[in-house]
């Protein structure tokens, strides 16, 4: 299959942004997602990336666009349904918080960040019991992924 040019600059914007993320310079990954999805505008992993950057600034709404436009893209795109949650849940906004999450663990009911994060939200609603199940199930997971390494 073919690339096109734009499509193939696009794509060495989101590493070059996510580089600069790894090493913790947001503002520039910001600026980086914003060039590859100004190349094209359909890559879902620019849209996701980029709102974890703008979480990370603290700019909660801004990071709720991005995460809602990879979501339209790609409405079965847990890591983007996660990343909508936790920055819901920095927002103190629990409830949609956890039906990001659920919805997340829906599309892969194996997701073990997508379980801790749901834990967290039940506790901040109150729901003390559900809490310590899902953070169960987290660790059961993540001590059944360990072994399979």
Not at 57 to 81: C, I, Q, T, V
Not at 101 to 120: C, P, T, V
Request: glycine content about 6%.
């Amino acid at each position: 299959m073919l690339v096109s040019e734009g499509a193939a600059e696009a794509r060495r914007w989101l590493e070059k942004g996510n580089s600069h993320f790894n090493s913790g310079r947001y503002e520039q990954a910001l600026e980086a997602y914003d060039r590859a999805l100004e190349r094209d505008p359909t890559i879902v992993d620019a849209w996701n990336n980029r709102g974890i950057a703008l979480s990370y600034m603290g700019r909660y709404e801004d990071a709720l666009k991005s995460y809602d436009e990879a979501l339209r893209l790609d409405p079965n795109h847990a890591f983007a349904w996660n990343n909508k949650g936790m920055a819901l849940g920095s927002m103190r906004r629990y409830q949609e918080a956890l039906a990001c999450f659920d919805r997340a663990l829906e599309i892969d009911a194996y997701f073990i960040g997508a379980w801790y994060n749901k834990s967290h939200a039940m506790a901040a609603l109150g729901r003390a019991r559900e809490a310590r199940a899902a953070m169960i199930t987290a660790k059961t997971l993540e001590s059944a992924a360990k072994r399979c390494r």
